[in-house]
């Protein structure tokens, strides 16, 4: 099986940085796009950044130019840098992999999700 745990939400004030991790683990062959999602009370769940095996990035309109995406292959993680926020990412931030399990002779391409953490941007 594999798993995805978030740290690093909490309370920041507007303005204000905050850094989520992201470390992917158990039976994992390989390691495809990872990323983050987030979802707004009210609002369905958007795609924040996403990040290639080979370092391609992709960035959400809204958070291009605040926020970076990056990633450590040899420790299977990802990690989303956040700058200048504002009340408007405020949500829960979901982790995202595309990751090849082999358990056995089976071998399997899935996408998996973390639990989540909220970041809230408030005064």
């Known amino acids: 099986q594999v798993q995805l745990v978030e740290s690093g939400g909490g309370l920041v004030q507007p303005g204000g940085s905050l850094t989520l991790s992201c470390v992917a683990s158990?039976?994992?062959?390989?390691?495809?796009?990872m990323g983050w999602y987030r979802q707004a009370p009210g609002k369905e769940r958007e795609l924040v950044a996403l990040i290639g095996a080979g370092g391609t990035r992709q960035y959400a309109d809204s958070v291009n130019g605040r926020f970076t995406v990056s990633r450590d292959n040899a420790k299977n993680t990802v990690s989303l840098q956040m700058n200048s926020l504002n009340s408007e990412d405020t949500a829960v931030y979901y982790c995202?992999?595309?990751?090849?399990?082999?358990?056995?002779?089976?071998?399997?391409?899935?996408?998996?999700w973390g639990q989540g953490t909220l970041v809230t941007v408030s005064s």
């Open positions: 995202h992999a595309e990751i090849t399990t082999i358990i056995g002779t089976a071998v399997r391409r899935e996408y998996f």
């Open positions: 158990g039976t994992i062959f390989a390691v495809f796009a």
